[in-house]
Structure formats: C-alpha cells, structure tokens
C-alpha cells in the first residue's frame, strides 16, 4: 500500500509479462516482445517504471544505479543472468531446473555470486 509510484510500476510492469516464455535476446530487438530473457525482462520491469530508459544485457546491470540491497527493488547481477527483487518478492526468468521465462517466483534464490544494486532511493 506504502509502496512509492516507481514500485507499484514496477509490480505493474511484471505482471505484464509474467507467464510469458523465454527467448534468448528478447525484449532487446523490440521492446514489446513475445517473449523475453533475463536482462530483455529487468530492462522491461525497469524501463516501464521510470528507472531506465532503453535496456541492458545482463553485465550492464553490474554498474547500475546503487550498490547494495534496495529497501524497494534489488538487481541481482552477473556476468550472463539478472533477476529482480521487487518489494521482497522474485522476478526472475530461471525455474527450479530451466529458463522458463519471467515469472514471480515462490522460493528464494541465493544471491550468492551476484552482485547486488538498487535504484537511487528505492
């Protein structure tokens, strides 16, 4: 309810395109895709919330805004694959055992190996 503009945005943006399938490069080449990567789905959550303007590969989110945890959203980033933290909850194109798209995410995943980056203020 509390959750700044950007936040509400960005859980709007997600649902979006959550359940959509993976494709490797997509939401890079056009921006509204049929389907989407990890770097094609941050860029989208991110771009529709007012907090980037275009996209990134997955290495581009290693520089992006803030070091550290968000109170609101965290880019967890590595050289090859990005998810989102989105007010405690995962955004996250890789299942259990595969890529399967972007989608909200039941179990945690370890932010181990990542690193980790937040919008300014968020």
Not at 18 to 38: E, F, I, S, T, V
Not at 47 to 72: A, E, T, V
């Amino acid at each position: 309810m509390g959750a700044p503009l950007a936040v509400k945005r960005a859980i709007t943006a997600a649902n979006r395109i959550q359940g959509m399938p993976y494709k490797w490069g997509g939401g890079h080449a056009r921006l509204n895709d049929w389907g989407y990567d990890c770097s094609g789905a941050t860029s989208y959550v991110l771009r529709n919330s007012g907090l980037i303007q275009g996209q990134m590969p997955s290495r581009g989110f290693l520089k992006y805004g803030r070091r550290g945890h968000g109170d609101w959203i965290t880019v967890c980033a590595q050289n090859g694959h990005v998810f989102l933290l989105i007010a405690g909850l995962r955004f996250d194109t890789q299942g259990k055992y595969r890529q399967d798209g972007p989608r909200w995410r039941a179990y945690p995943r370890s932010t181990r190996g990542y690193v980790l980056r937040h919008p300014p203020g968020l």
